[in-house]
């Protein structure tokens, strides 16, 4: 008998939080059949050892240079038997209650291929989450669902994959763009879903560990996979703060190549006070101006880099 839900744990070096992860997904799923898959891109820590105490499924990505956020859902999904699918990061624990009351959503409504809830962010020492927690959550019909989601399975299998293997970030908003596009609606719910930890590193070291494991090619890597797809504005707009601030900077680039330094310097200025008076305050204006610069970088890296097929199957090997 196939489970009615399948729940893919996506993981990389999640050591400090796998078991409360792990805890937390078989108490919320004890009325429920259920199928439990770990998808590791690698881990070189204690993540697999402390998930092979639970009764889960554990797959894990052949190949290091492989590694993106988009190919754990995928690698999980390709085990996945569930007519339910629900994806969780690995340092992240859902609450009791909300699978239920997701999956009767998803069963009276039959446009619906999705369904999230609010995600409580519990690490707030930097300032990429603590301004993320600041965020309100869109409650109703939305158009992509982070933060982890219950999706049926055959709305996944119309578009043809759950999630996009050459993505290093927003893997979840490029599964809403195919989802809407086919049709299908998705909607975030007012119930407590899930409780995520997310990164320690101080707000700097997160951002430069961004760059370093290829996270903020993502802009870049979606746009590209939007090319000839009818949600590539959706897509662009994304990025839309990244490529305004790209073109500022050609601006000032074109001013330098005609001699007229005083108008390139008044744009500079003016974007500092711009984000002064914005953030209230000039350690954070500077920070949000260094991030962007990273995460220009990234987009244009990430939007030249190879891409292979996201139908195709991922090589993995099974450990439990």
Not at 14 to 19: A, D, F, L, T, V
Not at 225 to 234: C, D, V
Not at 252 to 269: C, E, Q, R
Request: aromatic share 10%; charged share 20%.
């Amino acid at each position: 008998m196939k489970p009615t839900l399948s729940i893919i744990i996506k993981t990389l070096n999640e050591e400090k939080n796998i078991e409360k992860c792990l805890t937390s997904v078989v108490n919320a799923t004890k009325n429920i059949n259920t199928e439990i898959i770990l998808a590791d891109s690698i881990s070189n820590d204690k993540t697999l050892e402390k998930a092979k105490g639970y009764p889960i499924k554990i797959v894990q990505l052949k190949n290091l240079n492989e590694r993106s956020c988009g190919i754990g859902p995928q690698l999980g999904f390709q085990y996945a038997e569930g007519e339910y699918v629900y994806l969780l990061d690995g340092d992240m624990e859902i609450e009791c209650g909300f699978l239920e009351i997701a999956i009767s959503t998803l069963q009276n409504n039959p446009p619906l291929a999705g369904v999230g809830g609010y995600v409580k962010e519990m690490c707030l020492e930097n300032l990429v989450f603590k301004n993320k927690a600041k965020k309100e959550f869109k409650y109703g019909i939305v158009r992509h669902l982070s933060g982890g989601g219950l999706y049926k399975r055959k709305a996944i299998q119309e578009i043809g994959y759950f999630s996009n293997k050459n993505l290093h970030s927003f893997e979840e908003f490029e599964l809403g763009l195919r989802l809407v596009a086919q049709g299908w609606t998705l909607e975030r719910i007012n119930v407590p879903a899930i409780r995520h930890y997310g990164h320690t590193d101080t707000s700097l070291r997160l951002v430069l560990k961004r760059l370093k494991t290829k996270y903020v090619y993502g802009y870049g890597e979606l746009i590209r996979s939007a090319i000839g797809k009818p949600y590539l504005l959706q897509a662009l707009s994304n990025a839309k703060f990244l490529l305004s601030i790209l073109f500022l900077w050609l601006m000032i680039a074109f001013f330098i190549s005609i001699n007229n330094i005083d108008i390139s310097v008044i744009l500079l200025i003016s974007l500092i006070i711009f984000m002064t008076v914005k953030k209230r305050s000039i350690k954070q204006a500077f920070f949000s101006i260094f991030t962007w610069h990273v995460e220009i970088i990234g987009l244009i890296l990430g939007f030249f880099s190879q891409q292979k097929d996201p139908n195709s199957k991922i090589e993995c090997k099974i450990i439990q």
